[in-house]
């Protein structure tokens, strides 16, 4: 049964929000129109499936549940309060019950309850509750809003940030995704070259066929040739069945190269015939086998400086490097910082089911200060660790390891003594001048009152003056 219950004085907005009753008690029910009536749209329902069955039509925005303890009756509720905040996070759900036990209430709270009140229930406690948990709601959700808006505009695909230098990688990626083009990532390592490698596939014709990620300098060089081009049944020992290379099993999709300039040059050529000949032919077969898929190349290296050492084949080189895409360090990723921060806290602290930690800002100038040898993995790494290790809900500088602010204290120390070194006594006769012409510029020039704001004597003061040439 479900009853929509019209307000007393016909004044409801038709934006107030949309609230179930679920009670088989007809005081309650009674209590609830009253009350609450006339300000909230409320439908009255007196079974779970009926609460179930409007979420499904209408937005709920709040559901106030009579809970029954009783055995046999308590399971079931748990189930549907479970099953209700699974369906929103930000339903705002309200709990009555004849008596309550410590164990029932915590139960009832784990399960997704918001509170619980006790009969004989107050209703205008729990109008009161009611519009405080929707207003916390509202503001969730704006603040969800906001993020996801703000993570639209710093962001491109699983890649974070707002810095110019990341606006112009963005900019490559939404111009080469779209069509075949072979594209070879630039940067150093840490800094994120196979999600850009994902974030191109994502928003290529080819998502949802198969990306194959190989690592050439994780491969071991007896298995890499196998493990590339692949092999059949007695090609070499061991080699007890056919197996496909990944190569061949990209066909349709994306084959990803990572640090592509470890291959040594007997595998670049067998690569570049692949290349030119969209065939790769297994260990021991006798013929090629066709194949079609588009390349994506990563490395750290100088690939230019590579080509002259005579460790990179030219021809290859040309064959990859048709787009380029340069990945800036994160040094050089000014903004940054504080933005991918944010994003790995909220993420590893979500993942650790522990409340989101914030960081201080002194904290945060100090990690903006850095040079981030690793890149983001680094920042990476150091979120996660932090999320585990900080007790509280604040990351101030203390926190942060010892070589970061040993490299912080080291620039601060660099600005006041470069390397070439300074003469000491110069240096402190400049700062003698600036506090007596900041003195007498306080004090109009009288020598007595500069004397006095700078707690020295009078005599020195004008000694002071004689001795830098100030006016007397």
């Known amino acids: 049964m479900a009853i929509d219950v019209p307000s007393s004085s016909g004044a409801v907005s038709s934006a107030a929000a949309r609230i179930a009753v679920m009670t088989t008690d007809e005081s309650v029910m009674l209590a609830a129109q009253e009350n609450l009536a006339s300000d909230f749209h409320i439908t009255l329902l007196d079974s779970a499936e009926g609460v179930l069955a409007l979420q499904n039509e209408v937005p709920l925005e709040a559901v106030i549940l009579e ?6 009756m308590a399971e079931p509720l748990l189930e549907l309060v479970a099953r209700l905040r699974a369906a929103d996070e930000d339903l705002v759900l309200i709990g009555l019950i004849q008596s309550l036990t410590k164990m029932w209430r915590r139960k009832f709270l784990v399960a997704g309850i918001a509170q619980c009140f006790v009969a004989p229930v107050d209703f205008a406690e729990v109008r009161t509750f009611l ?20 993570r639209s505009r710093y962001s491109f695909g699983e890649l974070i940030g707002g810095s110019e230098a990341m606006h112009r990688v963005y900019d490559a990626l939404s111009r080469v995704a779209p069509g075949n ?6 940067g150093e390592s840490g800094t994120g070259k196979e999600l850009v490698a994902r974030a191109i596939v994502a928003n290529s014709q080819r998502n949802g066929q198969p990306f194959i990620s190989v690592n050439c300098a994780a491969l071991p060089e007896t298995l890499i040739e196998s493990e590339l081009f692949g092999h059949e049944k007695g090609a ?49 077969a006798k013929a090629p086998r066709k194949i079609d898929f588009r390349l994506i190349t990563a490395t750290n290296e100088n690939l230019e400086q590579a080509v002259q050492a005579g460790r990179f084949r030219e021809d290859l080189y040309y064959r990859i490097n048709v787009f380029p895409i340069a990945l800036p360090p994160l040094r050089e990723r000014q903004g940054d910082i504080a933005l991918l921060v944010d994003h790995f806290l909220r993420f590893y602290c979500a993942a650790n089911s522990v409340p989101v930690k914030t960081i201080d800002t002194e904290a945060l100038e100090v990690l903006e200060d850095y040079q981030w ?19 509280g809900a604040n990351i101030v500088v203390k926190h942060l390891p010892q070589g970061i602010l040993y490299t912080s204290s080291a620039k601060q120390e660099s600005l006041l003594i470069p390397e070439e070194g300074l003469c000491f006594d110069d240096e402190m006769a400049r700062i003698e001048v600036a506090y007596l012409q900041a003195a007498l510029r306080r004090t109009g020039g009288r020598k007595t009152m500069a004397a006095a704001l700078l707690r020295v004597d009078p005599q020195r003061m004008k000694y002071l003056c004689r001795k830098y040439g100030l006016p007397s």
């Open 67 to 72: 809970l029954d303890t009783l055995e046999g």
């Open 131 to 150: 519009q405080s948990g929707l207003e916390q709601r509202a503001r969730e959700i704006e603040g969800r809003k906001v993020r996801e808006e703000a």
């Open 181 to 186: 083009t072979t594209v070879t990532i630039r």
């Open 236 to 284: 070499f020992t061991g080699a007890h069945q056919s197996r496909a290379g990944h190569i061949e099993m990209a066909d349709g999709g994306t084959l990803f190269l990572d640090e592509i300039g470890t291959l040594g040059l007997a595998l670049q050529s067998k690569l570049l015939r692949v290349l030119e000949q969209h065939a790769v032919q297994r260990l021991g």
């Open 373 to 391: 040898p690793g890149n983001v993995r680094e920042m990476e790494n150091l979120m996660q660790r932090l999320v585990l290790m900080v007790p």
